[in-house]
């Protein structure tokens, strides 16, 4: 394999203006970046073009499972496409069939449809819950004010914040939004013409806040009764972040009747191929056979390439014990991060989170924070963080979001409080 594979190329540009010049002239200016030209990376570092390294407690918001260029992710690249980087949907191939087989095993009794992202997995369980409910007249699906389920129309129309939806309206109808963590809201928000219920067990850009034991228990009961679709979009929480392979799993994990409870549906992306493009959505067994020939497709969906890299990713998490490595460091992470809070009061409100998905919620005005007032104050500490050599992702106005790869090591977790702390403690004074 070495033949093939050579080390990253030496840093040839260090001019972060020169890479932005390229951007700004021919790239469409929908995303507020940062000011970072990134180049290459090595497990939980990465690079920019002036060859300086950073922390990625980010890793590519939830994506790198396995952290950056993983020698595992390369040979399966490598390997699977010697034989087959592509077939049509029109045909089988093992990777595929074997990749879904393992999601079932993990989850239960059902099976799986592939998409490429985690916006595409969930209008699979939007086109699920219309045909579910279609012979009845039923179509509308209950979300989270808060949520985030992507960025595609039905993606913002189900999403529970006023921001992505603006000067796209009219949103797709059959969508409605109420309180998250309240189980009453749902309840009184269910008409004759609701369908199913989704939420994210963690709101992931919604600032980091996870659902209770007893409103995921109580939403199933919920749906049982009413005969509604129960919906969980794992997309960010899901795929061992938590601990557990998804996060109702973890959440429930110490209740009598966590052992018994399965959603409806659970849609996954991000991290299931470790960087590699690839999404899914998992339908419980008595309907996974509503979507039939012809009723739902995707050209890239579990193409064997991306299917190996899956399989591969799946392999080095089951082998390597990064569940319980993503439980232990998350722990030691949420410890450090509470002693932080209590010494920096002024600057962390606090910290919470399961496993390696942690939010840090900034105190109300931080004094001492450089940059425009008027703006959210996650977004001007990020780039503190960048100067000290750390990467984290915010979320929201006031939260950042460490999304480290499951297999971060303990020095590496060390590090990212120290380098925090350095920061905080600038702030603090
Ligand atoms: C919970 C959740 N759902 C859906 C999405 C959309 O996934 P994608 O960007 O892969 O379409 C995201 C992305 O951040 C997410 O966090």
Request: hydrophobic share 45%.
């Amino acid at each position: 394999m070495k033949e093939i594979i050579p080390s990253p190329p030496p840093v040839v540009r260090n001019d972060v203006a020169a890479v932005q010049a390229l951007f700004q002239k021919n790239v469409m200016p929908t995303y507020g970046r940062f000011d970072l030209a990134l180049s290459h990376g090595s497990g939980s570092y990465v690079y920019d073009v002036t060859g300086k390294r950073y922390l990625d407690l980010g890793a590519g918001i939830a994506v790198l499972g396995l952290g950056h260029a993983h020698p595992a992710i390369t040979e399966a690249l490598i390997e699977q496409s010697r034989k087959l980087v592509h077939v049509s949907n029109l045909y089988y191939h093992e990777p595929q069939g074997r990749l879904a087989e393992a999601i079932v095993n993990l989850l239960g009794p059902g099976k799986i449809f592939f998409s490429n992202s985690g916006a595409e997995a969930n209008e699979g369980l939007f086109k699920l819950a219309r045909r579910f409910g279609h012979d009845q007249g039923r179509f509308e699906i209950i979300t989270a004010l808060n949520s985030f389920h992507g960025r595609t129309l039905a993606g913002i129309s189900a999403t529970g914040q006023e921001k992505v939806k603006k000067g796209f309206e009219p949103m797709v109808s059959g969508f409605r939004h109420v309180p998250y963590n309240d189980l009453a809201a749902v309840r009184n928000a269910v008409s004759p013409a609701t369908a199913a219920v989704l939420i994210e067990c963690i709101q992931g850009e919604g600032g980091v806040t996870a659902a209770t034991p007893a409103y995921l228990l109580g939403l199933r009961k919920l749906c049982d009764e009413k005969k509604l679709l129960l919906f969980f979009d794992g997309v960010q929480d899901g795929y061992f972040r938590s601990g557990r392979f998804q996060c109702f799993q973890r959440i429930l994990e110490n209740n009598p009747a966590g052992s018994t409870f399965l959603p409806d549906g659970v849609s996954m992306a991000k991290s299931m191929a470790g960087g590699f493009p690839m999404g899914a959505f998992w339908a419980r067994a008595p309907y996974a056979d509503l979507l039939g020939p012809g009723m739902h497709a995707s050209t890239f969906g579990g193409t064997p390439l991306g299917c190996a890299v899956a399989l591969k990713v799946l392999e080095v998490i089951q082998n390597e014990k990064l569940a319980d490595n993503a439980r232990r460091i998350g722990e030691f992470l949420m410890t450090g991060l509470l002693q932080l809070q209590a010494k920096y009061p002024g600057v962390i409100r606090n910290a919470r989170g399961l496993g390696l998905m942690i939010g840090v919620e900034l105190a109300e005005n931080v004094a001492r924070l450089p940059g425009d007032p008027s703006k959210p104050q996650a977004g001007r500490f990020v780039p503190m963080l960048h100067a000290a050599g750390l990467l984290v992702i915010p979320a929201g106005a006031s939260v950042i979001r460490l999304l480290p790869p499951l297999n971060l090591r303990q020095n590496e977790a060390e590090e990212g409080l120290r380098l925090l702390e350095s920061v905080v403690a600038k702030l603090a004074g």
